[in-house]
C-alpha cells in the first residue's frame, strides 16, 4: 500500500531530551516535507527536502534540524526539545520537485508530542 | 513568513445546506490547494487550481482561483455529515518550489 509513515505516532518527552520523528515513504517520491499544526495556527512548514541530499528552511526551523540520506526517508531531529514545541508533526511527500503532480502532496498520519 | 487569511473560522450547518469559505493573502500565488483534515488524521488534497480565474470542481466541491491570484474560494454543496473536518487552504510560488503556505483552517460542522 502506497503510504506516508511516522514514528512514532504519540511521544512524550521532557525538556532537553533528544528525539528523533522517522518518516518514511514507500512511493518513490522526491520531494518530502515536515509541518507542525497547532490550534488556530493551521499547518507551518519547518523543513522541505527537493531531493536526497536537498534540504531547505521552511517557516518555522528553529529548533529543528532534518537529513535527506535516502530518497525514502526524512528524519526530524529534535536536538533539545522544548514546551513551546508540544505539537502535531506531519510528514508529508509529493512524486516531483516540478509542474502539477508536485501539488499532490501525501501526508502521513501525524505524530502527537508533548514536551514537559 | 507569508500568511494565507483563512475565513471563517468555523461554521455549524445543517445537512443538506450549502458551504462556502475562502482564502485571501496580501501576496500572489501560482497555485491554490484545498485540503480537508478528517479527525486523526493527516489533510488530503481535494482540489488544485493553477491559474487565474480557474473553476474546478471534484464532486459536490467547486473552488475557484481569484483573478488577482492572492484569493480562493471553495464551496461545498449539499453537504452531508461526513464532510465534517478541518478545510485548509495552501498556495505555492513559482520563485520558491518548495514552500507551501497554508491556512489557519475552516472547522465544519454538520448537524444531521
Redesign the interface.
Known sequence: EAQ?TQNPRYLITVTGKKLTVTCSQNMNHE?M?W?RQDP??????IY?S?NVEVT?K??VPEGYKVSRKEKRNFPLILESPSPNQTSLY?C?SSPR??G?R????F????TRLTVL | ?QQ?N?SP?SMFIQEGEDVSMNCTSSSIFN?W?WYKQDP??????LI?L?KAGELTSNGRLTAQFGITRKDSFLNISASIPSDVGIY?C?G?QNTN?????????TTLTVKP
Not at chain 1, 488556530?40 to 512548514?45: D, K, V
Not at chain 1, 508536485?102 to 502532496?105: H, I
Not at chain 2, 518550489?97 to 489557519?104: E, I, L, R
Open positions: 506516508v520531494y516535507s509541518y488556530g495556527l493551521g499547518l507551518r512548514q522541505y527537493m531547505d521552511g517557516d506531519f508529508a520537485t516540478s502539477r508536485y501539488n499532490e502532496q501526508f502521513g498520519p501525524g | 513568513g494565507l483563512q473560522q497555485t490547494l486523526g488524521e493527516g489533510p488530503v488534497l488544485a493553477y485548509f495552501a505555492r518550489a518548495g514552500k507551501s503556505t497554508f491556512g489557519d483552517g
